[in-house]
């Protein structure tokens, strides 16, 4: 266990010499050098719809448990640190997303660009500091040789890591031209507001449940981001791709098909499948029974749990329904969207 504790003093240490070195992401297009600020990937006016006492609640890893079950646990946070990430520095953090940074939000192709963008840049953070803490340990084998299944985790990173930042210079390019015909998108307003939200930049090729996984390949901008906002008078869930990659998202569309009239359910298994960062009301959270919060944590370290069409083998059937109403309301320019959850959004 003292082992342990050393190895998460140390995961603390590399982190805190990261963020603390960390430039403005656009650095990256030689446009500024500016230091990073905590940037907010959920815009706090948002979390705050669904804090308690201004708190939320993550599963956050716990360092020093020695067992598979404890490796997630729950932690309130402040709206203020709850989506904080070393981005951007302060002037184009306030500039570039100020139409999205409020409790509002207008549903057009520009502020889901701005959305992808942002949770692209998180991840692009992410992944960038997961390599340098892998870049700060050695874990040896018996025969004292590179332990494979080290290497094998940095590799995915840093696949991951060309991809993010493939996606992430197509993004920022779209956006300097303001030709946002290429985003393709799919918007569902809940009327009633939901008791989580998150927002998660991914790539679906790299899932096998979805496709098979070529490592080969080159360099991908066939990111997409889902998300669910609180927003004043309800909920919104997005769901954003590039117009070219509906090849990549469509066994993702076609899984709403089995969603019928819970997409509240669906919308939030999507997020604790797809999401390293979903934040929970504490009120809602606290009131789930033990086993009920452990398989969402389960779900959320397996990535993918599929939605299955009857209701009782599915994970989370009946967990939100004192949020269930009518009145959703659909946004999309994807006709195959619109097709699949064809009566039960409008």
Known sequence: MQRLFELSNHYKRVI?????NSLCVLSLFDECNGAAVNSHSISAANLKLIA???EVIRFGMNMVSSTEQDFLEERPM???LASCFKGFCKDHDRDIFKPIDSNRLDVTP???????FRATAQELFKKSRNLAIFDSYEILDDAG????????????TLLGLRDNHAAFMAQRKLINSQDFSRIKYASITFPKRLPFAYLAATNFKFFPQYHEVD???DASEDGCVIGVIPVEGGSQFIFAWKKGAERIVAPVVKRFKFARSALQEFVFQLGLEHSEN???EPKWINSLSRNQREKMKQVQQENIHLLYSNPSARPFFGILKDFECGGLRLQTNSLNFRTKVKGFAK
Not at 110 to 116: F, H, R, V
Not at 147 to 155: C, G, L, Q, V
């Open 145 to 156: 040789l590179p332990s494979i299944e080290k290497r094998a985790m940095e590799y995915g």
């Open 16 to 20: 805190r010499r990261f963020d603390n």
């Open 52 to 54: 308690n006492d201004s």
């Open 278 to 280: 979903i934040f929970f």
């Open 215 to 217: 490592h080969q390949a």
């Open 110 to 116: 520009e502020n889901i660009a701005l959305y992808m």
């Open 78 to 80: 402040t709206v203020r």
